[in-house]
């Protein structure tokens, strides 16, 4: 937390050309970009994992609905 404050105290207390404003604003533009661009390729991803598990849940119940349940014997019970 000092550190964050002492950052921005540095970068407060300095003064910026017309230049160095343009420059910080692009690579903030290019970082958003990216970030959005990213974005883009988790929703993608997301997507794709949401329809396969959809997919596996079907094929799930389809197979619980064939399986076949077989009686079993019922172990006799002690006697007191």
């Known amino acids: 937390m000092l550190f964050i404050y002492l ?33 883009g390729i988790m929703k993608f991803q997301n997507d794709l994992i949401h329809n396969i598990n959809q997919t596996l849940r079907e094929e799930i119940c389809q197979f619980k609905k064939q399986q076949v349940m077989y009686p079993t014997r019922r172990k006799p019970k002690p006697k007191l």
């Open 7 to 39: 950052l921005n105290f540095i970068i407060m207390s300095s003064r910026y050309t017309k230049a160095d404003l343009e420059n910080i604003v692009s690579t903030q533009l290019e970082n958003l970009n990216a970030m959005h661009d990213l974005l």
